[in-house]
């Protein structure tokens, strides 16, 4: 294995020549074991907004104590480069939607370690945008394959997308979870859990006792979190309910789900395995979603999800909005924020009427969305584009009036 720049030394490749010098039962069935292999990845780009906090220092092991405070993406890139020589890295301190496709499209294949949905969408949308069609069909080499990883607690997953060919992110919408919110009568009248203690202080006794004046609660403020600590203390004696501490009640205003360092080890290797399988060709890739879940004993398994047929993001169907000729703006509004497969956050609609641009509504704008289609001039058959936090691209949808 070959490397230029003086990097090599004996022995450095020996675990990675396991599997590319010799054949085994799981390899690729046209892999041809050889000696002309990798030379390791060379360049890997970092792109994460975010600054090291204290609590991270428990299960991010590239950093220490004296990185507090620095762009975690830097301190990354620091790290690596100084310790695996022949490895370039390039942090940047950015969002992921800083950059656009020219970004994105130099890259061979594209990792996430995302913390919200929203962001994994916008970048499968991303890379479904860079595909390309001739006669309707996908030049493979417009594929940027993108493996994703998250985790939850003690439960976490790994999957690989290939872009137009496999299940993408919003193909699978509707395994997410909506946030839990408690019902609203739970926490006024019948809590049963040290969390309805919590949601009551924070929801109704903090707007009602104005603690610290106007001020809005801040989950970052440790006398706020005092008080919303004391105050559910006090509506779990009430009602002899045991288990509130400092520690949830933060946990539960900042609606944080504790990271477990050894949860994101596995996923994060489950990730680089699969990268290392595409790069080399040597091994199927996963096929092509893996559940890990060491809440009580063990317990992981792997299945194959299947593309949506009419999927919003990568089937290239067009959408259909059903809804008679007398609904309100309103309707169409709250569908596309609350069908389990869209899930959009704050939608931005336009049409074309007579020729024209027309924006029918912005969330900034928003005094259309009582009026009736009629009003509007919208009519059957009317095309309707939708922008969104959810997706680099606008999505086309075609209205058809129900009778
Ligand atoms: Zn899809």
């Known amino acids: 294995m070959a490397v230029d720049g003086g990097y090599d030394w004996d022995g450095r490749w020996n675990h990675v020549r396991k599997f590319l010098e010799r054949p085994g039962p799981f390899a690729h069935p046209d892999f041809e074991p050889c000696t002309e292999a990798l030379s390791g990845f060379r ?21 220490r104590p004296k990185d507090v405070g620095r762009p975690k993406a830097e301190v990354a890139a620091d790290f690596i480069n100084n310790r695996i020589p022949g490895c370039k890295v390039v942090p940047h301190y950015k969002k992921i939607q800083d950059f656009d496709e020219s970004f994105y499209r130099q890259f061979h294949i594209i990792v996430c370690g995302l913390d919200s949905i929203i962001a994994r969408r916008w970048m499968n949308g991303m890379l479904i945008s860079l595909l390309s069609y001739e006669d309707g069909v996908l030049d ?22 290939l872009p137009g060919m496999t299940a993408c992110i919003d193909c699978t919408l509707e395994l997410y979870p909506p946030q839990i919110n408690f019902p609203m ?31 809005s609660l801040d989950g970052d403020n440790p006398e706020h979190i005092q008080w919303v600590f004391k105050k ?32 994101n080890a596995v996923i994060a290797a489950a990730c680089s ?47 259909n909005l059903q809804f008679p000729p007398s609904a309100k703006l309103q309707e169409v509004l709250e569908y596309l924020m609350e069908n389990a497969s869209l899930q959009m956050k704050s939608p931005a609609i336009t049409t074309t009427l007579e020729g024209k641009n027309k924006t029918l509504y912005l969330q900034v704008f928003n005094f259309t969305e009582h009026t009736h289609f009629f009003y509007l001039g919208l009519s059957d058959g009317q095309e309707l584009a939708v922008a969104d936090v959810t997706t680099p691209q606008t999505v086309l949808f075609k209205l058809n009036f129900t009778t």
């Open 232 to 263: 559910s203390i006090e509506r779990a004696a009430e009602f002899h309910i045991t288990g509130v501490t400092y520690r949830l009640t933060q946990g539960v205003v900042k609606r944080i789900i504790p990271a477990v360092a050894s949860t």
């Open 43 to 63: 360049l890997i780009h970092v792109v994460d907004m975010d600054t090291i906090d204290i609590s991270n220092l428990n299960r991010q092991f590239l950093f």
């Open 140 to 161: 493979p080499s417009s594929i940027i394959p993108l493996i994703d990883g998250g985790t939850e607690g003690f439960k976490g997953n790994s999957r690989v997308i």
């Open 273 to 319: 395995l699969e990268v290392f399988k595409i790069a080399s060709s040597a091994y199927i890739p996963l096929n092509n979603y893996l559940v890990f879940n060491d809440v009580d004993g063990l317990y992981t398994y792997t299945f194959e999800a299947e593309r949506k047929e009419n999927c919003s993001a990568c089937s290239q169907v067009p959408q």
């Open 185 to 215: 009568c739970t926490i006024a009248s019948m809590p049963r859990l040290p969390e309805h203690c919590i949601e009551y202080a924070r929801i109704l006794l903090w707007p009602k006792e104005k603690p610290f004046g106007e001020t």
